[in-house]
């Protein structure tokens, strides 16, 4: 019998974006983001001790460059020089702007950390998860969630079930792998856009408002900074040079729709991530309506409907 640790996470949706390193070789975030944990889409790994390290991620092997340093840094924790066997899947489009580095560095982290028997807080595997995934942090915990800008690991502002109604569309503009890795674009826009410190010095601005209507539970007013903070991102990925755009004619096409939809008093709120994917934030019982008007842009658009999620579920197995 071969023991084999299971975890399932869901992806962490910035509402204020983190975009920017403090420092690269920690991987430390040079912004602030706040974000939900999405229900309903989720990442399952399987850990086993194995020969040699390996990793599949939806049956296809995969370069194991960037899963190395978090081995390593596991293994050195918890002093022991085994490696791992790894099978992930994602019930939703891998490395396309949809949060998979998230959800999927977070599920090997706590797998990891379980099968090497690491005793670790939450905060710690936050913490581990990060230095190979800022946005991996948050998704050690569900509900809402805080990153700070340098911080080390997130934590959990509000749980799974603090706003039931909330909803996010999530509009599948493409399925392709987007065509330059946010941790790339990144370092583009710092190297390279004149805008990079004037987003710097404002991130930071929007997460008050964004504290404020997420305590009061008011999408209304959260909706406004959402927009403003991936507006205000992209706007310095397109001042990068070479100008960095992830947009696709059917991403502008659903936030023209959001704008309409808005002018008609339905809140419809988008926001974007690195890749063309629209996620728009609204109400359950607005959900028809607009999910019906995304539809009319493209009849082919599939939308995955998404709540606000759990933190990550492990198990160990024998088999
Ligand atoms: O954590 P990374 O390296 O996958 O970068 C995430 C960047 C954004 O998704 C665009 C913003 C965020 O805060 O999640």
Redesign the pocket.
């Known amino acids: 019998m071969t023991r084999e640790v299971f975890c399932r996470t869901s992806p962490?949706?910035?509402l204020v974006?983190?975009?920017g390193k403090k420092s690269t070789r920690q991987n430390l975030?040079a912004t602030p983001?706040l974000?939900v944990t999405l229900g309903g889409v989720h990442t399952e790994t399987r850990v086993r001790i194995a020969g040699s390290d390996s990793i599949r991620l939806n049956g296809e092997p995969i370069a194991l460059d960037r899963f190395t340093p978090l081995f390593d840094s596991l293994r050195r924790a918890a002093g022991r020089q085994v490696c791992f066997q790894v099978e992930s899947s994602n019930d939703f489009p891998s490395s396309a702007?949809l949060?998979s580095?998230?959800s999927g560095f977070a599920a090997l982290t706590v797998a990891c950390a379980r099968i090497l028997e690491l005793d670790l807080s939450p905060a710690q595997l936050s913490a581990f998860a990060r230095s190979a995934?800022?946005?991996?942090a948050?998704s050690l915990f569900g509900g809402f969630t805080l990153?700070p800008a340098g911080g080390f690991a997130a934590e959990q502002l509000y749980g799974s079930d603090y706003w039931p109604e909330l909803r996010i569309l999530i509009a599948l503009v493409s399925r392709e792998a987007k065509p330059i890795s946010?941790?790339a674009a990144?370092e583009a826009t710092r190297l390279s856009s004149p805008y990079y410190r004037a987003w710097l010095r404002n991130a930071g601005q929007l997460l008050d408002p964004a504290l404020k209507a997420l305590e009061t539970r008011d999408i209304s007013a959260l909706g406004p900074v959402v927009r403003l903070s991936y507006s205000r991102?992209h706007a310095a990925l397109l001042a990068s040079s070479p100008p960095v755009l992830y947009w696709l004619p059917n991403s502008v096409a659903i936030l023209r729709e959001c704008q309409h939809l808005r002018d008609e008093g339905v809140g419809a709120w988008e926001t974007m991530?690195?890749g063309p994917q629209v996620k728009v934030l609204c109400l359950a019982s607005d959900v028809a309506t607009i999910s019906g008007r995304l539809q009319e842009v493209d009849p082919q658009l599939k939308i995955i409907v998404a709540s606000v999620g759990e933190g990550p579920v492990c198990q160990a197995e024998q088999r």
Not at 133 to 136: G, L, T
Request: charge should be positive.
């Open positions: 962490s949706l910035a974006k983190y975009w975030p983001s974000a702007g949060a580095s998230s995934s800022a946005s991996a948050r990153l946010s941790r990144m991102m991530d690195a």
